[in-house]
């Protein structure tokens, strides 16, 4: 089979007709067609794991378990959705999963009506550090804190806050992401907002 010379290369920017195409060829067993989708998302998949569970060892391993999911159920993706959405989709129940299983942290309920998409890093001081050597290593220490206090967040408040501020998803492909609403993936960012703001109450 001489796909190698048509495929596209990581130099080379999918359209999507021709990302459809390595789609269809993959779910007929074409594991180049399959390699070639793999390049085009290892590093976006990669960085999201990692910011997850902060952990590269981890990251890598979540990587290959969430590829060899896809690989796996990838004759069921039906292009009801981008294929990056059902991508996320995968890798997000990969990276939960291997959360619940550290351990699980009790959810608070948002009040009502509240609007869950205020930029948490709007609320945070400037420490950007220019020049001053202080402000450098506030920067550090701020960075430092908002971590720890990330990893305090249920694992689906945290994959939320992660695919909003890291990633820059909207909410409404976050609720696609996770097989939910839109209100409900903000109602589950406001629940992180408002936990990081206490835990970060002195930065604000």
């Not at 378990?65 to 690989?71: M, P, T």
């Amino acid at each position: 089979m001489e796909l190698a010379g048509n495929l596209p290369t990581r130099s080379t920017p999918l359209t999507g007709a021709d990302e459809s195409a390595l789609i269809e060829r993959a779910q007929e067993g074409d594991r180049l067609a399959f390699e070639a989708l793999v390049r085009k998302y290892d590093q976006k998949v990669l960085r999201l794991a990692l910011r997850v569970v902060r952990s590269p060892d981890e990251a890598r391993d979540l990587y290959q378990e969430a590829f060899l999911k896809v690989y796996r159920s990838l004759r069921g993706f039906r292009f009801k959705s981008s294929f990056s959405t059902w991508l996320y989709r995968v890798v997000m129940n990969v990276c939960l999963d291997h959360l619940r299983r550290r351990g699980t942290h009790e959810e608070v309920q948002p009040p009502v009506n509240h609007e869950g998409e205020t930029e948490f890093y709007d609320t945070v001081a400037d420490s950007r550090p220019i020049i001053n050597p202080e402000r450098v290593l506030r920067a550090g220490e701020i960075g430092k804190r908002i971590e720890a206090a990330l990893t305090r967040l249920t694992p689906r408040e945290r994959m939320v806050f992660e695919l909003r501020h890291y990633q820059g998803m909207r909410l409404r492909a976050i609720g696609e992401v996770c097989g939910t609403t839109e209100e409900t993936a903000k109602n589950c960012l406001f629940r992180a907002t408002q936990k990081l703001r206490v835990e970060l109450g002195d930065l604000v």
